[in-house]
């Protein structure tokens, strides 16, 4: 599901592309973008016969709180066929080497009906594309995208997730009550998570359109109040990623041309704001996470995993 994504910069075309080889169909929700916007484009300039729009509106009073964003992947979910169905944000790639062992799995797993989808690892790329979170308590480490297709699943909340909702209504997008945890197994490789890695006005604005999406107001998007500049903070304390990229970003990180809007150095800027990832708090808990517990403790796990 997507909107807008042209005029804020999401990796939309390589996210497509990234897993492209592997579907069958490519199903997107395409919502109602502003006219400045150039999704489409972006999608038709693909030229694949595997893609199939589907054109939808995002009504965030029918669907307030995030829910939108679930609702718009339920749209699309709704059109697709055959056994895996495998689920992909805007901001979400798949590096190529990874695609044997991802249709292998799902060939594995296909006649294991106690297993109800597949749970990916997490790099979450902040600021530029040479620094990544991937074992820090302050983002989530594993998520599940791949499911099967099955109509009592859903997207849940804001769709960073999937529940099994057997009698659905769309109060259940955001409540626990009739609702269950997916089993899961685990694929052993990593989604690629752009969404941090922006230049800083076009991250703020992001943010801006994003927030509207929690709330219940009618103000259009365009009128809300954009947030002054982001700062990413003291991106000299971000790990640093040293293995490669999908292949399909190579162009885009050829573009990068905002490192001097950046703070490379260990020490936060005085008066800027602190992340979250650099509270005392979520850096004590990564430490502890790095010695004990490797899937985190205290952290956001909306599945039962198998032993697979």
Not at 125 to 131: I, L, Q, R, T, V
Not at 193 to 220: A, E, I
Not at 277 to 293: A, M, N, Q, S, V
């Amino acid at each position: 599901m997507v909107k807008n994504a042209g005029k804020l910069y999401y990796p939309l075309r390589e996210s497509i592309l990234s897993i492209l080889p592997l579907v069958d169909e490519y199903i997107i929700a395409v919502g109602d973008n502003d006219d400045d916007d150039n999704t489409l484009e972006i999608i038709d300039s693909i030229g694949s016969d595997k893609i199939k729009i589907v054109r939808t509106v995002w009504d965030k009073q029918k669907y307030p709180y995030g829910s939108i964003l679930a609702q718009q992947s339920d749209e699309a979910k709704k059109h697709c066929t055959g056994d895996w169905l495998f689920y992909l944000q805007a901001d979400e790639v798949v590096h190529e080497k990874d695609h044997d062992l991802i249709r292998k799995r799902c060939e594995e797993l296909l006649n294991d009906n106690e297993v109800e989808g597949l749970l990916f690892r997490y790099i979450h790329f902040w600021g530029d594309y040479n620094h990544a979170f991937t074992n820090n308590h302050a983002w989530y480490r594993n998520e599940i995208r791949i499911v099967r297709n099955n109509p009592q699943i859903h997207s849940w909340r804001d769709a960073q997730s999937f529940r099994v909702i057997p009698e659905f209504s769309k109060e259940r997008y955001l409540s626990k009550d009739g609702t269950r945890k997916l089993k899961v197994a685990r694929v052993d490789t990593n989604i690629y998570h752009y969404g941090w890695v922006r230049p800083p006005k076009l991250m703020s604005k992001k943010q801006t359109y994003f927030t509207d999406c929690y709330n219940d107001k009618s103000t259009p998007t365009e009128d809300l109040k954009v947030i002054s500049e982001i700062d990413f903070g003291a991106i000299g304390k971000v790990p640093k990623f040293s293995e490669s990229h999908p292949a399909i970003m190579s162009s885009l990180i050829k573009s990068f041309n905002w490192g001097n809007q950046l703070n490379y150095t260990p020490k936060r800027i005085k008066g800027s704001k602190t992340q979250t990832h650099e509270k005392i708090k979520y850096r004590l808990l990564t430490f502890i996470e790095g010695l004990f517990f490797k899937d985190g403790i205290f952290t956001f796990k909306n599945y039962n995993l198998l032993k697979r």
